[in-house]
């Protein structure tokens, strides 16, 4: 995850201690690295200037008179306002009893008094860093989900028009095209790698002549039932029509290498467990589209097609050479 920790000068860190030395020890090291600080003497002190201003951090001593340092604490976890804010415990209780009790409270780390500044320095920077990576989780996990609602809208849109293809089920080209165009876009926001397989069955068209049309359909609903098997519900499968198939898939990084030996695998293994009057092959082109690259879904299916040609004629090269090979050996 990319560091977008705050500069020093946008941080704002809350200082608690009754010891006006201690004070001003803590804010001389930490107003030398820019940070913003506030200070109080006392825990009721602290308390109203976290609920008026709420810090990015506080730094909170527990020996001190009317309230201690666990009870503020207590009362900074049980506010809305300063419960995610995290606090460093910095006192000259060194028992582990002490310690335990601090982070059973929701102490995010303890320093021991006398203290050194590097260590200060080290332990603040820490516990600022990891809050911010904790909001930055919070936001991407927010616009996940709003993408997430835009797309189940997307498809409640589509199930209200006629985009599924009647004789496997899954969605048809006008279907593919409504719900891979929303994905795209969503894939280009949330920065993911997209990638695109075109599909094509195999001597489809001897199949029908040879032994009719009925079969054709069986060969075209196992492909279909093939691929629903190898690919996740979230990825988006259509049949384009006849022996045509396309599968739109996001996914975190640009290595598709897997795809096509996930499918052929599947393939051979129903061929060995179907006794069928065919031998079910595919050919498959796949492409992908990288986040800086500006393309159109429309170029994306143009490159997959085109591979898939020249996955389908290095097939027929191999076949007509095996061929030769047995006529040279009949000879």
């Known amino acids: 995850?990319?560091?977008?920790?705050?500069?020093?000068?946008?941080?704002?860190?809350?200082?608690?201690?009754?010891?006006?030395?201690?004070?001003?020890?803590?804010?001389?090291?930490?107003?030398?690295?820019?940070?913003?600080?506030?200070?109080?003497?006392?825990?009721?002190?602290?308390?109203?200037?976290?609920?008026?201003?709420?810090p990015d951090l506080i730094l909170l001593d527990i020996n001190m008179p009317e309230m201690n340092g666990y009870e503020v604490c207590q009362q900074l976890k049980a506010s809305k306002i300063t419960d995610q804010t995290p606090i460093i415990f910095i006192s000259a209780l060194d028992q582990i009893d002490n310690k335990v009790q601090a982070?059973?409270?929701?102490?995010?780390?303890?320093?021991?008094?006398?203290?050194?500044?590097?260590?200060?320095?080290?332990?603040?920077?820490?516990?600022l860093l990891i809050k911010?990576?904790?909001?930055?989780?919070?936001?991407?996990?927010?616009?996940?989900?709003?993408?997430?609602?835009?797309?189940?809208?997307?498809?409640?849109?589509?199930?209200?028009?006629?985009?599924?293809?009647?004789?496997?089920?899954?969605?048809?080209?006008?279907g593919f095209f409504w719900l891979a165009n929303q994905q795209f876009k969503i894939v280009q926001r949330i920065q993911m790698f997209c990638c695109l397989l075109f599909v094509d069955i195999d001597g489809l068209k001897q199949v029908n002549d040879s032994l009719g049309h009925d079969v054709g359909d069986r060969m075209i609903l196992d492909t279909a039932k093939l691929l629903k098997q190898t690919f996740r519900d979230s990825d988006i499968i259509a049949r384009l029509g006849g022996d045509e198939f396309l599968i739109l898939v996001p996914v975190e990084s640009g290595n598709t290498d897997e795809f096509y030996p996930r499918l052929q695998a599947n393939i051979d293994r129903f061929n060995q467990e179907h006794n069928h009057s065919y031998q079910l092959s595919i050919s498959v082109g796949i492409t992908q589209c990288a986040l800086n690259e500006n393309i159109s879904l429309e170029q994306l299916i143009e490159q997959a097609d085109k591979l898939m040609y020249q996955d389908k004629r290095a097939k027929r090269l191999v076949d007509k050479t095996k061929q030769a090979t047995q006529f040279t050996d009949i000879s």
């Open 1 to 54: 995850m990319a560091n977008l920790l705050k500069s020093a000068s946008e941080t704002n860190i809350l200082i608690v201690d009754d010891t006006p030395d201690n004070l001003r020890l803590l804010t001389k090291i930490l107003e030398s690295q820019g940070y913003i600080i506030r200070k109080s003497l006392n825990g009721r002190m602290a308390l109203q200037a976290a609920s008026r201003h709420p």
């Open 103 to 127: 982070f059973e409270l929701g102490g995010q780390d303890y320093i021991t008094k006398p203290f050194q500044e590097l260590e200060v320095l080290i332990r603040v920077r820490n516990q």
């Open 132 to 174: 911010q990576q904790h909001q930055q989780l919070i936001e991407q996990n927010q616009r996940l989900e709003h993408e997430v609602n835009e797309r189940l809208k997307a498809e409640a849109e589509v199930r209200e028009l006629s985009v599924t293809d009647e004789l496997t089920g899954l969605y048809n080209r006008r």
